[in-house]
């Protein structure tokens, strides 16, 4: 069954510093997200993507955010200075069309000392 | 803003029982859906219900849905130890023509053997 992958499983970056969680979504899927989801909360939409541009985002989404879809195949978010409340598990997911079901990849567990 | 809030939010029962768990939201939907997550793990998409259906099965799995009351639930029957897990109910929100999921706060549940 197609798999949406992401990696690292698991990456600890000093405050600050610049991170990027990569991404592959199911091929020939159209629509791409980030979620993610602080220890004990909810899971939290960050970011839609559709041909080649953000769709929507939220107020999470801000300027330390960005993602990229740098080829057919990869989808990143970069976090530019990450703070201590960036750390989360943050999931990436496709789906073929709105108002379909998504696949969710395994998540990204960021923690940020 | 509309959510997906889950009740119980948590529930042990004995394997061979059925779990039922129940959702409300707050909006209008397109389509609801609900999610299982295994601790510590991604999100695995279990079924999706749209605004003009009542009642949806996948294999052990039964959903309903009432959009008149907002509300929603999952009935997992003859229950088994590996449906251990977190049970999200997830809304859609086609707002600025985009797609984004709202996740509530789940539901824990235990299946004791």
């Known amino acids: 069954e197609p798999e949406v992958t992401q990696t690292p499983s698991h990456q600890v970056t000093q405050m600050g510093q610049e991170v990027i969680l990569r991404c592959v979504p199911i091929?020939?899927?159209?629509?791409f997200y980030w979620y993610r989801q602080i220890l004990g909360q909810k899971v939290e939409f960050l970011v839609s993507?559709?041909?080649?541009?953000?769709?929507?985002k939220s107020e999470i989404f801000d300027d330390q955010f960005s993602v990229e879809r740098p080829d057919g195949s990869n989808f990143t978010l970069k976090i530019r200075s990450t703070k201590l409340e960036d750390s989360a598990m943050y999931f990436c997911?496709?789906?073929?069309?709105?108002?379909?079901?998504?696949?969710f990849g395994s998540g990204t567990r960021l923690t940020v000392v | 803003s509309q959510q997906g809030e889950e009740d119980p939010q948590a529930l042990s029962i004995q394997e061979g029982e059925n779990a039922t768990m129940n959702c409300s939201y707050k909006t209008s939907i397109n389509n609801l859906q609900w999610y299982r997550q295994n601790s510590g793990r991604g999100l695995v998409h279990l079924i999706l219900?749209?605004?003009?259906?009542r009642e949806k099965h996948s294999g052990r799995l039964r959903v309903t849905l009432d959009t008149s009351k907002k509300s929603s639930s999952l009935l997992i029957t003859a229950s088994r130890a590996a449906d251990t897990a977190s049970y999200f109910c997830?809304?859609?929100?086609?707002?600025?023509?985009?797609?984004?999921?709202?996740f509530g706060q789940g539901t824990r549940l235990t299946i004791n053997p």
């Open positions: 997830a809304t859609d929100d086609q707002a600025g023509g985009a797609q984004k999921l709202v």
């Open positions: 219900i749209r605004s003009n259906e």
């Open positions: 997911a496709s789906s073929l069309d709105r108002g379909g079901g998504y696949t």
């Open positions: 993507f559709y041909n080649n541009e953000i769709s929507e």
């Open positions: 091929s020939n899927h159209l629509y």
